[in-house]
């Protein structure tokens, strides 16, 4: 029934408007005299500009958005400018104009920033700008314009919408420098770190493999190449693995943007190290990253971490359940979550018997203590051989102070 009258919404007034433009006729022909016919005459232009309002068809109109760039970080600002160039030059009384974005961007800012009152009167070429404060993270998009049209009366009013194309911003998480270290040896005040950087022994060759992404140009052995008709690179011997495997929680968690914020940071700190990363992450859909280095690699984890949400059903303890410790048999494996609990170290500490060195970070609030609950399952966890690193928002780069802070 809405629907019904929504499109006869437009015909009613129409058909309103002749019938006024009639009664004022009628009335000044029938009554007479100086006033009627003023009566009339002051009324016929706003009721001729309304009839030509209403079979005013908007056609050709173009309509591009601007953006100072497209990919962004958590918390920047965003200027958006809308161009509009019409063919005529058909006045217009005024003109709303409505840009249409995603939800969650439009739950971050104030109500109908996106929105402005515009007298456009004459003019062909008219610019609409707008900015957003502080981005939030995730991938963003602009699906088209609404233009609302309307005469001074009030009697007609037009309404277009004009999809564009599917502009999109991707805003990756924010992050922290941060110094990686890797720990190797666990204390009760701390652990203990290296600080040299991660590197191959390439004095010694102890065999052959197929070219993987990120091999140097200079590790490719000719001759094998050559044999095999496909790119083999030499294998060296390496003094001890300093790969790392990380595993986000991506279970509903208030806490989950400092989560997010925290793995990219550590992501970017370990690359920059010269190490190796792997990333999974299990939230509507399973996303595991293999392990590799370079440029590439890090912006193939952030694009997943600017998209990803706490959409998980279970916990990280059964997502380790279903995994095999296979893909980082080699590597340090590292979980960040915001809920330590019982079955998470339990399931920790048997990799850990497997594998060697596991971490947990557990992250909490800028000003959280730590419950007694959580202290009690850190010393657990120690006792298995499981480093817990407490790491509070906005406070990253004390991850790796040297010091486990509680």
Known sequence: ???????????????????????????AMFQGGFVSWFLFYSFLPFALYSLALALYKVKNIELQREFVKTEFNAGEKLKVKIQLKRPSSFPLFYMIMEDRISDELGHSTQKNIAKTFIYPHFRRNLEFEYEIEKLPRGEHHFSGIEIRLGDPLGLIEKQFHFPTEDDKIVVYPSYEDIIYRTMDNHYEQGMTASKERVQRDTSMAIGIREYQPGDRFSWINWKATAKRNDIMTKEFEQRKSHDVFICM???PEKRFEAIVSFSASLVRAILRKG???????????RVAIPIRSGETHQQQIFYHLAK?????????????EGEGFAAWQNATLILVTAQLTKRLVEKAGYYSSKKGVITIFLIKEEKEAASAEELSLKAEAQARGIQVVMVHDGRFSEAFSGVTRG
């Open 275 to 285: 190490a190796q990363v792997g990333f999974l992450s299990s939230s509507e859909d």
């Open 308 to 320: 990803v949400k706490d959409k998980c059903p279970v916990k990280l303890d059964l997502v380790l």
């Open 1 to 27: 029934m809405r629907r019904f009258f929504a499109r006869i919404k437009p015909i009613w007034k129409l058909v309103v408007l002749i019938f006024l433009i009639l009664l004022t006729f009628s009335y």
């Open 249 to 251: 929680d991506c279970a």
